[in-house]
């Protein structure tokens, strides 16, 4: 088994950026993942600080602990799958088949509570890929951006489905006076892509956004994304047992 094969609620384009921005994090900080489900990010997040300076992978879940707030299940069937426990074994297994155990810690709490005992290095990367609504988004960010390295980034994922509140949720912390200082909420990199064909039109787009300090050198990912984009198998392997 390899990464080739992870299941996963993460589009390529997105994991492909996981793997350059983590490559990018410096080996004395930290790459921080809220919202890990069965392991698909966290095995690219793993891949591609592996492949650069080496940043540990901190991978946050509550998993079987987790509750699914009223009407949340609606937005998508996997979303009854969060707080299962084959969805934990799935994630353990992922991991361990992959050979990024040795590269991962993961944690089962809320983001929130992570955040209050965390005592890893600073943190170079942030991706939010936990529960979408604008007060969790804001609440999980809230909590971890002040362990952030002065030179960090944040990959927000699903910020251009009208139907959550990812981007309201950002911008509620990180476009306050005090944080624009450090967050150029601004200057960030929305991609974005057609999904759904057919769907109601509050379901027909997708995307990720990717937040940059003032002073980022963090690279800057390529111009927008556009045209049908899905789930697909990808065409790189990353059996981090090969690195
Ligand atoms: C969209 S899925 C994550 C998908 C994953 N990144 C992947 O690669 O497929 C959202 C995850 O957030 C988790 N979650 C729910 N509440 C959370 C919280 N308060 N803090 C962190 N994660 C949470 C859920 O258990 C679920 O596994």
């Not at 992870?6 to 950026?17: D, H, K, M, R, T």
Request: proline share 5%.
């Amino acid at each position: 088994m390899d990464q080739r094969i992870a299941v996963g609620l993460v589009e390529n384009p997105c994991c492909w950026a996981l793997e350059a921005l983590a490559a990018h994090v410096p080996g004395d900080q930290s790459a921080i993942e809220i919202g890990a489900y069965r392991g698909r990010t966290t095995g690219w997040l793993a891949l591609g600080a592996q492949g650069g300076n080496r940043a540990h992978v901190y991978s946050i879940d509550p998993w079987t602990s987790g509750s699914i707030p009223t009407g949340y299940a609606d937005l998508s069937p996997s979303v009854s799958t969060y707080n299962a426990s084959e969805t934990k074994a799935a994630y353990d297994a992922h991991l361990k088949e992959t050979g990024a155990a040795s590269f991962v810690t993961p944690i089962q709490a809320t983001a929130v509570e992570a955040a209050k005992t965390y005592d890893g290095p600073p943190v170079g990367l942030i991706l939010h890929d936990g529960l979408h609504r604008a007060q969790d988004v804001a609440a999980d960010l809230r909590a971890w951006i002040k362990h952030t390295a002065d030179d960090a980034v944040i990959v927000l994922h699903d910020t251009d489905d009208a139907r959550l509140g990812v981007s309201e949720g950002a911008a509620r912390v990180l476009a306050t006076k005090a944080n624009a200082e450090k967050w150029a909420w601004n200057g960030r990199v929305v991609h974005s892509w057609a999904k759904n064909a057919g769907k109601a039109p509050e379901q027909r787009r997708r995307g990720f956004t990717v937040v940059y300090t003032r002073a980022s050198s963090y690279p800057q990912l390529s111009a927008p994304i556009t045209g049908r984009i899905c789930n697909e198998v990808t065409p790189r392997g990353c059996n981090l047992r090969g690195l």
